[in-house]
C-alpha cells in the first residue's frame, strides 16, 4: 500500500470518530473486543507502566448498574450523596473553554427539542449517560492510585487508541466521565479494589443512526489557531 493511501486512511478514521450518543442492541463479540484492546495497548506509557486496567460488562451485570446509577442519577437527594473522586473539569470556567462548553450543550439540546430551563428533560438525557446510550458494552477503566499525573497522560492515549481501533472495525464509541460522580456505586457493582482509581467510562457498540442525537458534529478549532512556530 502507498504512503497516500496510508495517510487517507488513518486520517479518515481519525477524522471519523466522534461521540455516538445512541446505540442499537447489536451485539459485540469478545474476540472483538480483545482485539480492539490488544491493538489499543500499543499506546506509549512512560517507562513502558502501561498503566491501564480495563472491566467490560454487558449483559445482566450491565443492567443491574444501570439501574441502580439512573435511579440515583434522578433522585436528587441520593445523588448529592455522591461526589466526584477527582477534578475532571476546572473550579473556574473562563472563555474560550466555557463558550465551547456551552455550545455542545445548546446543540444537543437543540436536536432533541429540549428548550432552556427544561431542567426534567435535561436530566433525563445525561442519565442516558448510565444506561451507556443503550449500547450493548460497557467498558470501565481503572488506574492504580499510586500512579502519577504522567500515567494519566498515557491513560489518555491508550483511550484514544480504543476509540479508533473501534471506529476503524465500523464500532462506535462514547468516552463517558459522567460515571466518575457514581464511583462508589460502580465500584460495588464491580468488585474494583480500593487501590485502583476509575477514570471513566466509555459505551461501545454500533451507532443508531435513527437517533437524531447522533447528527450532532462538534467543531474543533483549526491548528493555526492554538499552534506557534518559532525559529
Not at 442492541?25 to 482485539?35: A, N
Not at 489499543?40 to 448498574?65: C, Y
Not at 446510550?133 to 498515557?154: C, E, H, K, N, V
Not at 463517558?176 to 462508589?184: D, E, N, W
Amino acid at each position: 500500500m502507498k504512503q497516500a493511501e496510508i495517510t487517507r486512511i488513518v486520517d479518515e478514521v481519525i477524522r471519523g470518530r466522534r461521540s455516538a450518543r445512541g446505540f442499537l442492541p447489536t451485539p459485540v463479540s469478545k474476540e472483538t473486543i480483545l482485539e480492539i484492546l490488544d491493538v489499543a495497548a500499543r499506546a506509549p506509557s512512560g517507562t513502558n507502566t502501561q498503566p491501564w486496567q480495563v472491566i467490560v460488562v454487558s449483559g445482566g451485570k450491565k443492567e443491574s448498574l444501570t439501574k441502580e446509577l439512573i435511579e440515583t442519577a434522578l433522585d436528587p437527594i441520593n445523588a448529592a450523596e455522591h461526589t466526584q473522586e477527582y477534578s475532571y473539569y476546572p473550579e473556574k470556567w473562563v472563555a474560550p473553554y466555557i463558550d465551547r462548553r456551552r455550545k455542545v450543550g445548546y446543540d444537543l439540546y437543540g436536536l432533541l427539542g429540549i428548550a432552556k430551563g427544561e431542567r426534567e428533560r435535561m436530566d433525563q438525557q445525561f442519565a442516558r449517560n448510565y444506561s451507556f446510550f443503550d449500547a450493548p458494552i460497557g467498558l470501565f477503566f481503572t488506574i492504580d492510585r499510586i500512579m502519577g499525573q504522567g500515567s494519566w497522560l498515557d491513560y489518555g492515549m491508550f483511550l484514544q487508541n480504543v476509540m479508533l481501533a473501534a471506529h476503524a472495525r465500523g464500532l462506535d464509541t462514547c468516552p463517558q466521565a459522567a460515571f466518575c460522580k457514581y464511583h462508589r456505586i460502580i465500584a460495588r457493582h464491580l468488585e474494583i479494589p480500593e487501590q485502583q482509581m476509575l477514570v471513566c467510562g466509555m459505551a461501545m457498540g454500533y451507532e443508531d443512526s435513527s437517533k437524531i442525537e447522533n447528527r450532532l458534529r462538534t467543531e474543533r478549532e483549526p491548528s493555526t489557531s492554538f499552534t506557534r512556530f518559532l525559529e
